[in-house]
């Protein structure tokens, strides 16, 4: 029997285990039928703990999330690990599909923290992923009216705690975000 069966208001704390723990193992913490109780902004702040995680491990503050579009359930998540892993492009959205497998994208949404670069939004559409919220404008933007271009339908929904965290981030290591957007020539380049 899960842990999470009914919900009024989930705490930070559900959130967080929802968010940390392996995707595979989520049944043992919400039953099937409780994920069409959340909304939107609860998905939203698992994408913004996902994020918190990766900045207080050293790497950028970006974080996804897949859910099936019928039943709510997540199928997978992820943070940015350009610095973890030293991998270029396992970004938020990248590690949350990677999370999910060979699934049909086209009945699922993507919630990622901040506006998709170049590459993540590429993938989204080529995997016909059906609907993207994003989190964050303000810090990056950019990418929204391509993914809308290719039909996917695309929703803000900005989170103050995301916007906050990567606003920090860029303040803090503007060399690691220019890595992360642009690679390491570009720090090279910016010297």
């Keep these: 029997m899960a842990l999470i069966s009914k919900i009024s208001q989930l705490e930070d704390e559900q959130l967080r285990a929802i968010a940390y723990m392996p995707t595979d193992y989520l049944s043992v913490l919400v039953a099937s039928?409780?994920?069409l109780q959340f909304t939107d902004s609860d998905f939203m702040r698992i994408a913004v703990l996902l994020a918190e995680k990766s900045f207080l491990?050293?790497?950028c503050p970006?974080?996804?999330?897949v859910i099936d579009n019928v039943t709510r359930q997540i199928l997978g998540k992820g943070h940015n690990t350009l610095v973890q892993e030293s991998h270029p492009y396992n970004h938020g959205e990248t590690s949350a599909m990677r999370d999910a497998g060979r699934v049909d994208f086209s009945q699922t949404t993507l919630f990622t923290t901040l506006s998709p670069c170049d590459v993540c939004a590429s993938l989204l559409y080529m995997r016909g992923v059906s609907r993207v919220v994003v989190g964050d404008v303000t810090n990056a933007n950019g990418n929204e009216g391509l993914l809308q271009e290719k039909g996917l339908t695309v929703d803000i929904l900005e989170d103050e705690v995301g916007i906050a965290l990567y606003a920090r981030f860029r303040k803090e290591k503007p060399e690691q975000e220019l890595e992360d957007w642009r690679g390491v020539s570009a720090v090279n380049a910016a010297r």
Excluded: N, Y
Excluded at 62 to 65: E, F, P, W
């Design 33 to 35: 039928d409780a994920w």
């Design 57 to 59: 491990e050293g790497g």
């Design 62 to 65: 970006i974080g996804a999330v």
